[in-house]
T-cell receptor, first 109, second 113 residues
Framework: GQSLEQPSEVTAVEGAIVQINCTYQ??????LSWYQQHDGGAPTFLSY????GLEETGRFSSFLSRSDSYGYLLLQELQMKDSASYFC??????????FGPGTRLSVLP | DAMVIQNPRYQVTQFGKPVTLSCSQT?????MYWYQQKSSQAPKLLFH???????NEADTPDNFQSRRPNTSFCFLDIRSPGLGDAAMYLC????????????FGPGTRLLVL
């Protein structure tokens, strides 16, 4: 099977940089995605890594290391509106999407 | 605007009474997914369709069924809802099987009395 682990909560202040980690166990996968979900809302796609390395999309960057079974989402210049839950997700070779348990980010003024 | 639409946003049903949730998309995407999300938990994949090819996740209860009559519409049928089926049900789409980006609808929150 496959499993993903994330910290349950992270707190940071406005303007800061925060890193949300994701470790996983799987027999094989296409890539690691990141989604943001505000309370009561639907998940929205943020970033995707098929290959090792860093992908940058505006204030958000995502990193993957297949050799370490590890990835992270980096949020820069934090804003209050970034307070949300963040999920890593992978699509395994069985074509199934599996989401991590989610990290709740609280941005303080 | 192209989008994923779920109706209703809130659905109340009685224990054991069949209920159907609907999803439609104007994105003309080939792939559609149904997820169940319980409070403070991750979305859990129930089914997905690659066009008309139906894929049932191994641990999806038999109580849950799905239909996709055409590209635009997909339905989730819960034959005999139990109290444990109360959750947010999310529909998502992807352009094709190799695409990683999923576009989620707003979800239907199901309450079972």
């Amino acid at each position: 099977g496959q499993s993903l682990e994330q910290p349950s909560e992270v707190t940071a202040v406005e303007g800061a940089i925060v890193q949300i980690n994701c470790t996983y166990q799987t027999s094989g996968f296409y890539g690691l995605s990141w989604y943001q979900q505000h309370d009561g809302g639907a998940p929205t796609f943020l970033s995707y890594n098929a290959l090792d390395g860093l992908e940058e999309t505006g204030r958000f960057s995502s990193f993957l290391s297949r050799s370490d079974s590890y990835g992270y989402l980096l949020l820069q210049e934090l804003q209050m509106k970034d307070s949300a839950s963040y999920f890593c997700a992978l699509r395994n070779y069985g074509q199934n999407f599996v989401f991590g348990p989610g990290t709740r980010l609280s941005v303080l003024p | 605007d192209a989008m994923v639409i779920q109706n209703p946003r809130y659905q109340v049903t009685q224990f054991g009474k069949p209920v159907t949730l609907s999803c439609s998309q104007t994105l003309n995407h080939n792939v559609m997914y149904w997820y169940q999300q319980k409070s403070s938990q991750a979305p859990k994949l129930l089914f997905h369709y690659y066009d008309k090819d139906f894929n049932n996740e191994a641990d999806t209860p038999d109580n849950f069924q799905s239909r996709r009559p055409n590209t635009s519409f997909c339905f989730l049928d819960i034959r005999s809802p139990g109290l444990g089926d109360a959750a947010m049900y999310l529909c998502a789409t992807s352009p094709s099987a190799g695409q990683e980006t999923q576009y989620f609808g707003p979800g239907t929150r199901l309450l079972v009395l």
